[in-house]
């Protein structure tokens, strides 16, 4: 568009909608929506209904403008392409006014003269584009046309979306090639998918990077990075500020918060780990809990390369486990252990082979019921 145009929006409010400026759809506000539509600077003013649209704008006129582009914050799915057009109109055919379904384009030095606007001709383009947010039913309905654009833009690059009735994503995520997404998956925010992502069906992603080729199976990933080849769930967690190495597997019911997980690391099932700097090829056990905080402040475990730490363990920061320090199953960890130790601690086993029994198990009747697999009240033992 080489003529120099000067825009300006309208901002808009409905009783039960309120300032249609604001309204967040798809990662941006309704009011920056119609900011993409328009090249060059632009101005944005308050609607009064007690007041002519020239009245009004009249303030805000650039006189170094061609045309002017009058457009409203509660015509979200306006496009450049629809924009570009009018104006192109107004070029071609002279005139000094188009009537857009919703919006104008005028000649500056027109607007600036006249205190009323007696067009009746309105010209049409893409109707889509006007479709106008004056309750939550008509935003609904641009949410949804909205997020089949923005579906639409990443398929015809070649992602493959499943389902596309289930599958949510943002304005400002990127999507890389051969990229896989299973249905009800949701993906927000500055969010990075990398080539060869397969996002199997549940996630929620939010601000994260996914790397090449890493697989996602039902989890939360907020703010976090995941590494190349890594996976990670089903019904994991990764929390905030979560950096996963490459080929790193997070299994189910994992949960990582501010932590820095070296390349190659296992955590399969069932463990909390939060403030922790860990090295590459390491284990974490079905169980483990990184206890991090003591009640007022956070504090921070680091695990060098090669360690292993077992099932059900409890490693009570700030320690540190050095280079292939290995912790048996079910320790309580309380100071740092030494590269290529192992660290145990926890009660020793007793048997008590002359034990006389409780209540329970005291009397031979109570045996035999045991033995049938009868229930048995208390006065019968």
Not at 13 to 42: D, H, I, P
Not at 83 to 98: C, F, R, T
Not at 177 to 206: C, F, H, Q, Y
Not at 357 to 373: C, H, M, R, V
Request: proline share 3%.
């Amino acid at each position: 568009m080489g003529t120099k145009t000067f825009s300006i929006i309208i901002k808009t409010a409905y009783e039960n909608l309120g300032n249609t400026a604001g309204v967040e759809l798809f990662g941006k506000t309704m009011l920056q929506w119609v900011c993409s539509a328009v090249r060059g600077e632009f101005v944005t003013v308050d609607y009064s209904d007690k007041v002519e649209i020239p009245v009004l704008i009249r303030p805000y006129l650039n006189p170094e403008a061609e045309y002017t582009v009058v457009l409203y914050s509660d015509t979200p799915l306006i496009t450049e392409k629809t924009v570009n057009q009018a104006v192109a109109e107004a070029e071609k055919s002279g005139a000094n006014v188009i009537k857009l379904t919703r919006g104008f384009v005028f000649k500056t030095d027109f607007i600036a003269q006249v205190d009323k606007i007696y067009t009746e001709e309105t010209h049409y383009y893409d109707e889509e584009d006007f479709v106008t947010a004056f309750s939550y039913r008509q935003v609904a309905l641009i949410c949804e046309i909205l997020r089949n654009r923005i579906l639409n833009f990443h398929m015809e690059r070649g992602v493959y979306i499943e389902d596309v009735a289930t599958t949510f994503i943002g304005s400002e995520v990127v999507i890389g090639k051969n990229v896989r997404i299973a249905p009800n998956n949701i993906i927000k925010g500055n969010s990075v998918i990398a080539d060869g992502v397969r996002l199997e069906t549940g996630n929620n992603i939010i601000d994260s990077y996914i790397g090449k080729k890493a697989t996602c199976v039902s989890s939360r990933i907020n703010h976090s990075s995941v590494g190349e080849g890594s996976s990670v769930g089903p019904y994991a967690n990764l929390r905030e500020d979560v950096i996963l190495g490459a080929d790193c597997h997070v299994g189910d019911f994992v949960e990582i918060k501010k932590s820095k997980i070296g390349e190659r690391c296992k955590m399969g099932h069932l463990a909390y780990i939060g403030n922790v700097v860990m090295g590459r090829d390491c284990n974490v056990g079905a169980g483990t809990v990184f206890a991090n905080y003591d009640g007022k402040d956070k504090h921070t475990t680091v695990v060098g390369n090669r360690a292993f730490i077992g099932s059900q363990s409890t490693i009570v920061a700030p320690v540190t486990l050095g280079d292939g320090a290995f912790v048996a199953a079910g320790s309580v960890i309380t100071s740092s252990v030494p590269e290529k130790a192992l660290a145990i601690a926890r009660a020793r086993q007793v048997e008590k082979p002359e034990w006389k029994g409780n209540k329970y198990t005291a009397s031979p009747e109570a045996d035999a019921q045991i033995l049938k697999g009868t229930n048995f009240s208390e006065e019968n033992l």
